[in-house]
DNA sequence: CAATTTTTGGCAACCGGTTGACAAGGATGG
DNA sequence: CCATCCTTGTCAACCGGTTGCCAAAAATTG
């Protein structure tokens, strides 16, 4: 223990007590039959308080751990639970991987990551191959459509973040709040010109927040236009930057933060003051979005609590509770930087 | 086959062809032994190419996936790898990731994440717990001392990322190239005091980078002072920014850059102009830190090579190759932005 | 104290693959 | 044409747990 100045090889593969012990070393030890040992070690109760204690120390002293293969090949249980995001660089899905990671693991649970490079057909073949080894499923912002989630929500419980659909449980964020915080804001500040810069086509999020943006448009008498971005990204914002300028808004709301921040550096290269000249209001509140300057104003959605609750939920279906039978939805506001502002003409 | 409209409950747990087949449902279809079909789909050349041919159409037609469990449980072999991250928060372990997870799916493995929270003993226990699930482990920035990762090492293949162990493959940036760079640039503008604003005590990194940076100082003959950090976040940075100002240092490099980033708002906040008043230098390159105004210049780390790296590293060990003597270096370079430049008094 | 019920532990089959040993069948050589 | 070697498929054991069924032991009851 102190001294372990002359051991031969410290490399060297263990052999000795590392290869771990098993159920029938602890049967052994503990003088009763292997089935007692399953039992005592899975089965609370099953066995008496005596033989349980006995076999507890044995299985301590051997420095025992379940083989998760074997539990797992009888049982189909794996402890479990498999995360698909559409882009592990988007920075969205960082607070989501984190919130499921951190859930699971606090309910004994090992996370298991894929991607799907924003392509629905990885996204199937991820997710078949994923299912077949974990508990459960989660999809964050999944671009496949409908009914393949429902064909693998069949097979085994799957929870989708980001998006609504009927039979399968979901957690999505609310919008409406936050947008018509966000348009209530611009509006309070002069703003009667608003532009959208929309997402991906295949994001369902994209039109829920167009959606939201239009109504709450309308009920604050403002005009709305929606503008498509080639993609997702900062430098999809940058490429906006001219329709933007040219809807003659002077007020934008992105589809997320990163359009957002690409936007907002291309028209301050541009010589645009923001938010003198134009406000823009991102949607996320990701990593980042206060490193700009202006700071950016932003809808937070809160997706570190959306992994929390998909894993929650989740891990509570695992458990034979029923899923909520509505979207669960968790609530967006408004947090106001310094891309936001009055006019200053 | 062309109209399902009569079915009758399309959301039912599949029974039917779902619960997937079996080497045996494709031995008895095919009119061989399981035995057979086990060798015919995993030992190439080991069975004639006439019943390789039947048994894979039997195995196409039942639509057959072997089964994870049954096939570890006697061969120990998973397909599956491991990567332990300090902080899934750090954006730092983003590109780490990511390039893990592509380079590994791209070879069939699967990814499982876990963090420890930037706690030795979590990161131990964490260890632990997925090595006997994994083939092999990748420790990204361990916390843990070198005794620990040796004995994981000891088990199962370990390949560290950002750290030098002694006997162990490790994947490490070669931080020397990218801050002479970066000091020498700074001599070229004028510089002439040079901090250094370090990271965490427990990170093997932030001692190498000083010393970088301490011996490139001296190469170019500026004085170099230690700051240390609370914590290597953009609040640690807000905070180590008075002591910056009072060290008379008008250049400055931080551990990494986050605390650069905290550095330079508050800093901003104060009334100093950057680069006018003080040059900023951050490390790695993290997403966001091109966001900032000025954009900041930063050592690049090649997070996601590393990542990649490793991975392969991994791969080939795990296929009986040997791991590389020496630790792998890969090339770290000046990312020249707006934060840093000629002084203007 | 015997009869009955409840606890508790053991036996053995099973999950779905892998693999060493072996024998039948085919090819080759003397 | 027979001996020899190689190819190819089969048999059976095994990986390490889980679980239904049963019987022995203990506890309860009349």
Redesign the interface.
């Known amino acids: 223990m102190t001294s372990p100045g002359a051991a031969t090889a ?5 052999r000795g007590e ?1 290869s ?1 012990a098993t159920i029938y070393d602890i049967a052994k030890l503990a003088g009763v039959n292997p089935s007692t040992v399953s039992r005592a070690l899975s089965k609370p109760g099953r066995v008496s308080a005596k033989t349980q204690k006995i076999i507890e120390d044995a299985a301590e002293q051997l420095n025992y ?1 379940v ?4 539990r ?2 009888p049982t189909g249980r ?1 402890q479990t639970i498999g995360l698909i995001v559409a882009d ?2 988007n ?1 969205t899905f ?2 989501i ?2 919130g499921a ?2 859930t699971g ?1 606090a309910r004994d649970y ?6 799907s490079a924003e392509s629905p057909e990885t996204e199937v073949t ?1 997710a078949r ?2 299912l ?2 974990v508990d459960g499923l989660i999809l964050a912002s999944p671009r496949m459509d409908d009914d393949h989630i ?1 064909a693998l ?3 085994k419980p799957v929870v989708v973040i980001n998006r609504e659909i009927e ?1 399968v449980p979901c957690v999505v964020p609310d919008v409406n709040k936050g947008i018509s915080e966000a348009v209530r804001s611009l509006a309070a500040n002069g703003h009667q010109k608003l532009a959208y810069v929309a997402g991906p086509a295949q994001s369902w999020m994209t039109g829920r927040r167009w959606e939201g943006v239009k109504a709450a448009a309308e009920w604050s008498k403002l005009s709305a236009a929606r503008l498509e971005s080639s993609k997702p990204t900062v430098d999809g914002g940058r490429q906006v930057a001219r329709e933007v300028l040219e809807s003659g808004a002077t007020a934008v709301i992105t589809y997320n933060d990163l359009l957002a ?1 690409g936007l907002m550096q291309e028209l ?1 290269a541009g010589g645009m003051r923001v938010p003198d000249q134009i406000s823009i209001v991102g949607f996320d509140d990701i ?2 979005a206060d ?3 202006p700071a950016l104003t932003t809808v937070r959605s809160p997706l570190g609590e959306c992994g929390t609750r998909a894993v929650t939920i989740l891990l509570d279906v695992l458990q034979g509770h029923d899923a909520p039978e509505e979207a669960v939805s968790v609530e967006t506001e408004l947090v106001v930087r310094g891309s936001s502002g009055r006019l200053l003409t």
Do not use: H, Y
């Not at 083989?67 to 074997?70: Q, R, S």
């Not at 090992?110 to 991607?115: F, Q």
């Open positions: 410290p490399t060297k593969r263990g590392k771990s751990q083989n998760p293969f074997a797992a090949l794996t592990i660089t920075p960082f607070d991987i984190r990671e951190t693991s090992t996370l298991v990551l894929a991607e991820a191959r994923l077949s080894t429902r929500s069949a097979d039979g921040i301050q990593f980042g490193f700009t300057t």
